[in-house]
C-alpha cells in the first residue's frame, strides 16, 4: 500500500498503511496484542502502542537508572513529525 505525503497527519492514515510505515521502520508486531509493536534499534529499543488517538512509545531501560521512558504522541502529528521524534529514540 503507498504511504500518504509525509507530512500528512497520521489519523488521515489507513490502518495498514500505519502498519507498513512501522514495519518499514523495523517495527514488529505483537502477535498476541496486535496494538503493540516492538522495535530494536542499535542503541535503545522500545514497545509502541496504537492506542485510539495517540501512540504510546516505551523507551525500555533508556532513563536514569535504567528506568523507561513513557511518551505519547497524537495522530494529528504528520507522519514526518512521528518519524523524527518516535525513531530518533529516547
Known amino acids: 500500500m503507498a504511504?500518504?505525503?509525509a507530512d500528512t497527519p497520521l489519523y488521515n492514515h489507513p490502518l495498514p498503511a500505519i502498519e507498513d510505515?512501522?514495519?518499514t521502520n523495523g517495527c514488529?508486531?505483537?502477535e498476541a496484542d496486535l496494538h503493540c509493536w516492538h522495535v530494536k534499534k542499535q542503541n535503545w529499543q522500545a514497545e509502541?502502542?496504537?492506542e485510539v488517538d495517540s501512540i504510546t512509545v516505551r523507551y525500555i531501560?533508556?532513563?536514569e537508572g535504567g528506568r523507561d521512558i513513557q511518551r505519547s504522541f497524537k495522530y494529528s502529528l504528520s507522519r514526518r513529525d512521528l518519524d523524527e521524534v518516535v525513531?530518533?529514540?529516547p
Do not use: E, I, K, M
Open 3 to 5: 504511504l500518504p505525503p
Open 21 to 23: 510505515w512501522l514495519r
Open 28 to 30: 514488529q508486531q505483537d
Open 48 to 50: 509502541l502502542h496504537l
Open 61 to 63: 531501560g533508556a532513563g
Open 87 to 89: 525513531f530518533a529514540g
